[in-house]
C-alpha cells in the first residue's frame, strides 16, 4: 500500500510540474491579420409597386357645352387652313357634344355609369375620411424613409464586409405604371 501511494505521488508530481523539469521555452507571440471571407447575401429582390387609381367625384353638374357651328366674324383659321367655329349659348340637346348625358347630369352620375359599366352593372364603395388620406399618405412617407434607411444600413455594411475595398450595390424601389 505505501508503494501504490509513493507511485501515486509521484506521478501526480510529475503530472502537476508538468514540463518545468525540462525547462521553459521562449514562446514568441506574433499578431497578424486573418482575412475572413465572409458570406455575402444575395440583396432582396427590389420593390415593384403598382399605383392605385383614385376617383374623387363630385355632385357638381357637368358642362355638356354646344357642338361648334357658328362662324367667326371675320372668319378665323387654324395652321391647317380649318375654319375656327365657336359654339352658340343655348341649343337643343341632340345638338350637344354628349347628346345621351341627360340634363343636370353630375360627375357622380358619370361615375357611376362608368363603374357599372367596368363592373358589370355592380356597385361597390370604400371610402376614407379626408382625415385618414391625410394619414394613410403621411405612414406611406414614413414606410419609405424606414426602407430607405434599412437599404442604406445593408449597403454600408455590405461595403464594410467587402473583399480588396469593393463597393456594394443597393437595391432600388421601381414604381409601376398600370394604364388600363
Not at 360627375?107 to 394619414?135: C, P, S, W
Not at 437599404?151 to 388600363?180: A, F
Amino acid at each position: 500500500m505505501t508503494q501504490k501511494n509513493f507511485l501515486i505521488l509521484t506521478c501526480l508530481t510529475l503530472l502537476i510540474s508538468g514540463c518545468s523539469i525540462l525547462g521553459t521555452k521562449k514562446v514568441e507571440v506574433v499578431s497578424k491579420p486573418i482575412e475572413i471571407d465572409i458570406m455575402q447575401p444575395a440583396l432582396p429582390r427590389p420593390l415593384e409597386l403598382t399605383a392605385p387609381k383614385w376617383f374623387v367625384v363630385s355632385e357638381a353638374k357637368i358642362v355638356n357645352p354646344c357642338k361648334k357651328s357658328l362662324s367667326f366674324e371675320p372668319k378665323r383659321y387654324d395652321e391647317n387652313g380649318v375654319e375656327q367655329l365657336k359654339r352658340p349659348k343655348t341649343c337643343e340637346l341632340d345638338e350637344r357634344e354628349n347628346p345621351d348625358w341627360p340634363e343636370g347630369y353630375t360627375y357622380f352620375d358619370q361615375f357611376l355609369d362608368e363603374m357599372k359599366r367596368v363592373n358589370n352593372g355592380e356597385i361597390l364603395f370604400v371610402a376614407t375620411t379626408i382625415g385618414d388620406y391625410k394619414v394613410m399618405a403621411e405612414d406611406m412617407q414614413e414606410l419609405k424613409r424606414y426602407i430607405n434607411q434599412l437599404g442604406e444600413v445593408v449597403i454600408y455594411y455590405r461595403n464594410v464586409t467587402m473583399p480588396n475595398g469593393e463597393k456594394g450595390l443597393g437595391v432600388g424601389v421601381k414604381k409601376n405604371d398600370k394604364t388600363d
